[in-house]
């Protein structure tokens, strides 16, 4: 469970947040909504301690993690988290099968890891028989889903995901969401933050700054 209570951030000057509440369950996805500059993308980053929050308190499984050090993020990261973040957080002099495994060979473009897993789940994403390809190889839209892949096989008990669907065509954006609907269906958490329709009908809640739509 994560818990926001009443978290306000000012960058550069400005309120990007203020006294914003939300609470996001086990097994539920919720979409941060709004127009651009609304601070979506600054609460996702809040609640993913990318961003360190001014006043109010973000709390995981009733524990509060918004004071932090970079030691304890960097585990709450690691035991945790997986993010899909719009720079994709892709490592392009690598192999596909290396930036999802994280796991090093000793041999080039060759990765350790569980590799039926790994084709499985390079399958489900659409990027099948890529995996000893480098990923600065692949378009912007494999590297959103190769993002997502990593995630996927991380298994992290939470995901942050910002505007999942932009850089795809209609078949991979209804792909993309059936997977992150999947994982919600296995207990997972799924904060996005999105413009795509489709992809909040998905989501069991849709959050604006300050209110929360039904």
Sequence with gaps: MIEVQGISVSIGGRTVLEDENLNCAPGTMTALVGPSGCGKTTLLHCLGLLLSVDQGHILF??????????ANRRKFWRDHAAFILQDYGIMDEASVGFNVTMQESLFGR???????RLTRILQQTGIKGREHALASHLSGGEKQRLA????IYKNARILFVDEPTA????????????????????????????????????????????????
């Design 61 to 70: 499984d009733g524990k509060d993690v918004s004071k932090y050090n970079s």
């Design 167 to 214: 850089s795809l065509d209609a078949t991979n954006r209804r792909n993309v969401i059936d997977l992150l609907v999947s994982l919600v269906g296995h207990g997972h958490t799924v904060i996005v933050s999105t413009h795509d329709t489709d992809m909040m009908n998905a989501c069991d809640i849709k959050h604006e700054v300050g209110q929360v739509v039904d």
């Design 110 to 116: 060759h990765f350790k890891g569980d590799h039926e």
């Design 148 to 151: 997502l892949a990593r995630a």
